[in-house]
């Protein structure tokens, strides 16, 4: 069974552009998260689909952050314009919702971005 | 409101020597907890989970962890460390009420002597 699959893997870019990353959670998974992990910490959800729809973004930076999940299938995450505090490891995790918390989270190597 | 605390940010074992690390978690019900394991470059990969019935969990790669309500703890133990385990290691709490989203610990970067 294929697992989470993220791209790209690492991202330089300046201060102000912009940056898109894409994600294939594992097939079936309707559940589909995005976290942010800055060293030192560890993750931070930002956004929480379920299919297409959103279920918690109260931790995603709404003016500078964006996803979507066209078809319930695969997602972007952007950040426009970017700032130096966005340096960080983003990863995107699915699960198969049976709902309750139990689900466990399944998590895809994630996209290391430096914001220089 | 949920929380996780790992206290020990860094720990150096041998290799050989036994392993336990702490999570402490705040949450008013019954928590169903995690610990995942993140090697460097790589995303989390899950090591047990805790949701009910025995306090005692089998995981992955020779792990167990102990859920303790009376000390609200969910400690990581393995009886012999091997230089493979060398990696970062976070407790998260589920079932945050209303969502399904995890809370994680800052993690515990575990280095594995020779």
């Known amino acids: 069974e294929a697992g989470v699959a993220q791209s790209p893997r690492y991202k330089i870019i300046e201060k102000r552009q912009s940056v898109a990353f894409w994600c294939n959670p594992i097939s079936g998974h309707a559940t589909l998260y995005w976290y942010q992990q800055i060293l030192g910490q560890g993750p931070k959800l930002l956004i929480q689909?379920?299919?297409?729809?959103?279920?918690?973004d109260s931790q995603l930076p709404k003016d500078r952050f964006s996803a979507e999940r066209l078809k319930g299938v695969d997602s972007t995450l952007k950040i426009q314009p970017a700032k130096l505090e966005d340096s960080a490891v983003y990863l995107c995790a699915s699960s198969f919702p049976r709902g309750r918390g139990t689900d466990t989270q399944y998590f895809g190597p994630g996209t290391r971005l430096t914001v220089l | 409101a949920q929380s996780v605390t790992q206290p020990d940010i860094h720990i150096t074992v041998s290799e050989g020597a036994s392993l336990e690390l702490r999570c402490n978690y705040s949450?008013?019900?019954?928590?169903?907890l995690f610990w995942y394991v993140q090697s460097p470059g790589q995303g989390l990969q899950l090591l047990l989970k805790y949701f009910s019935g025995d306090t005692l969990v089998q995981g992955i790669k020779g792990f167990e962890a102990e859920f303790k309500r009376s000390q609200s703890s969910f400690n990581l133990r393995k009886p012999s460390v091997h230089w493979s385990d060398a990696a970062e290691y976070f407790c998260a709490v589920g079932a945050v009420p209303g969502t399904y989203k995890y809370i994680f610990g800052t993690g515990t970067r575990l280095k594995v002597l020779a």
């Open positions: 949450y008013g019900a019954t928590p169903y």
């Open positions: 689909f379920q299919n297409n729809g959103v279920v918690d």
